[in-house]
T-cell receptor, first 114, second 110 residues
Framework: DADVTQTPRNRITKTGKRIMLECSQTKGHDRMYWYRQDPGLGLRLIYYSFDVKDINKGEISDGYSVSRQAQAKFSLSLESAIPNQTALYFC?????????????FGSGTQLSVL | RKEVEQDPGPFNVPEGATVAFNCTYSNSASQSFFWYRQDCRKEPKLLMSVYSSGNEDGRFTAQLNRASQYISLLIRDSKLSDSATYLCVVNRGNTDKLIFGTGTRLQVFP
């Protein structure tokens, strides 16, 4: 079984719909992240959480919200999807040792907004 | 200037060849450096961290040049299975926020 599991793997939706992407992990890590990846661009951070009571905006949080329901669960919501939110979304957890932070990614969710 | 820059490639090399990629970063205060590998439409996976003195893992060697602000990845004896996109990741200055490069694509042919 995957250590970081994302659902769904693929989703097609229409403009204006509310969408939730879910992420769960069995690695026992406190830190969790949501990234999006677009062709020709690097992964960009949407939101991150260092523990259940901690939520932080990343560089592109507009149009998104998150919920950290438990240490193992971190969900991403698009309240009203728009076409430029079509992208490949990754959830990640991290294992931090000193200044080294290693990321472990889920398999990704391909979201298409029509 | 982008915070992290990579040549997008593709680098097309025959099996057995040695290939090297560079990645430049803009913030001299950066302390953490990594190479990740990403197969097409799959998740990135950590290939190796990059340490100040350079480090090797099998056929892969990573180097850091602080003076010129770049890191490099050398792959010896390339295999078909090395075909992938290699992402350079650097922390932003004195923060622990990680910045991803757009990746360098490697294609190894028979």
């Amino acid at each position: 079984d995957a250590d970081v599991t994302q659902t769904p793997r693929n989703r097609i939706t229409k403009t204006g719909k509310r969408i939730m992407l879910e992420c769960s992990q069995t690695k026992g890590h406190d830190r969790m992240y949501w990234y999006r990846q677009d062709p020709g661009l690097g992964l960009r951070l949407i939101y991150y959480s260092f523990d259940v009571k901690d939520i932080n905006k990343g560089e592109i949080s507009d149009g998104y919200s998150v919920s950290r329901q438990a240490q193992a669960k971190f969900s991403l919501s698009l309240e009203s999807a728009i076409p430029n939110q079509t992208a490949l979304y990754f959830c990640a957890t991290s294992d931090r040792e000193g200044t080294n932070e290693k990321l472990f990614f889920g398999s990704g969710t391909q979201l298409s907004v029509l | 200037r982008k915070e992290v820059e990579q040549d997008p490639g593709p680098f097309n090399v025959p099996e057995g060849a040695t290939v090297a990629f560079n990645c430049t970063y803009s913030n001299s205060a950066s302390q953490s450096f990594f190479w990740y590998r990403q197969d097409c439409r799959k998740e990135p996976k950590l290939l190796m961290s990059v340490y100040s003195s350079g480090n090797e893992d099998g056929r892969f060697t990573a180097q850091l040049n602080r003076a010129s602000q770049y890191i490099s990845l050398l792959i010896r004896d390339s295999k078909l299975s090395d075909s992938a996109t290699y992402l350079c990741v650097v922390n932003r200055g004195n923060t622990d926020k990680l910045i991803f490069g757009t990746g360098t694509r490697l294609q190894v042919f028979p």
